[in-house]
């Protein structure tokens, strides 16, 4: 069974090879040598998430273009005055954490982020309702943001259960690792047959192919963080 599945894996790893070469500007096949190096993955340093900047999300193209045709529809006072989009920083989802790693949860940006920073009612009540440029534009801006606000609220979710399960996961490898160690000593000493030995490697190899996928997933899951917050930032 394991070995039926071998040339489904080696198709879409060529796949993704001819797709890495040409996102590289390169013909299929070009740099499969450099990209069939292989590297071990390095672990995911958790706190890099709360080392982001002020204005993280502000940072967002679709943000600041729907703000700048929001403070153009605007008088120039009201230009000169208004703040927009204050300061904010995704210390704001997590707390400063001194010990493991999600200890608080980092979601429900409606309690910790949107309503302290954006209180849209008071920014609407500033701009002239008569006017159907300034109307629209404001609520083009509105949308926007709420709109990467939902896609961080995704990505942080996404990857704070991830990384739960990955945990999990981990475990049961450990677990797995261990019953297999002591299987094939209890066999060594003639109180396991060659079978227990077969059924443990067996579960062994399910458990690590369970968690490599896990792995994969939480390095795509904190790209999508970096991509709902408009890019990456210095940790």
Do not use: C
Not at 88 to 102: D, E, H, V, Y
Not at 142 to 154: H, R
Request: proline share 5%; no cysteine.
């Amino acid at each position: 069974m394991t070995e039926s599945s071998i040339p489904t894996l080696q198709t879409a790893y060529d796949s993704s090879l001819n797709r890495l070469n040409v996102l590289l500007g390169y013909p299929p096949g070009s740099k499969d040598a450099l990209l069939k190096t292989t590297q071990e993955l390095k672990p995911l340093n958790h706190r890099i998430l709360i080392a982001a900047p002020a204005k993280v999300l502000a940072t967002r193209p679709d943000i600041r273009a729907a703000e700048r045709r929001f403070a153009a529809s605007i008088s120039a006072k009201y230009v000169a005055e208004a703040e927009w989009f204050p300061d904010i920083s995704l210390t704001g989802f997590f707390g400063r954490l001194a010990g493991a790693p999600f200890t608080s949860t980092p979601w429900g940006l409606s309690a910790s982020l949107a309503q302290p920073i954006l209180n849209f009612g008071q920014i609407e009540s500033q701009i002239d309702a008569s006017d159907a440029q300034q109307k629209q534009a404001f609520l083009n801006y509105q949308q926007t943001v709420l709109e990467a606000l939902e896609d961080m609220e995704n990505a942080l979710s996404s990857y704070l259960h991830e990384t739960l399960r990955n945990a999990s996961l981990r475990a049961g490898v450990a677990q797995s690792s261990t019953a297999d160690t002591l299987v094939k000593q209890q066999h060594d000493n003639g109180y396991a047959s060659f079978l227990d030995v077969l059924v443990a490697d067996r579960n062994l190899l399910i458990a690590e192919s369970s968690q490599t996928p896990s792995n994969l997933l939480l390095r795509i899951d904190l790209v999508n963080i970096y991509a709902a917050a408009g890019g990456g930032w210095n940790d």
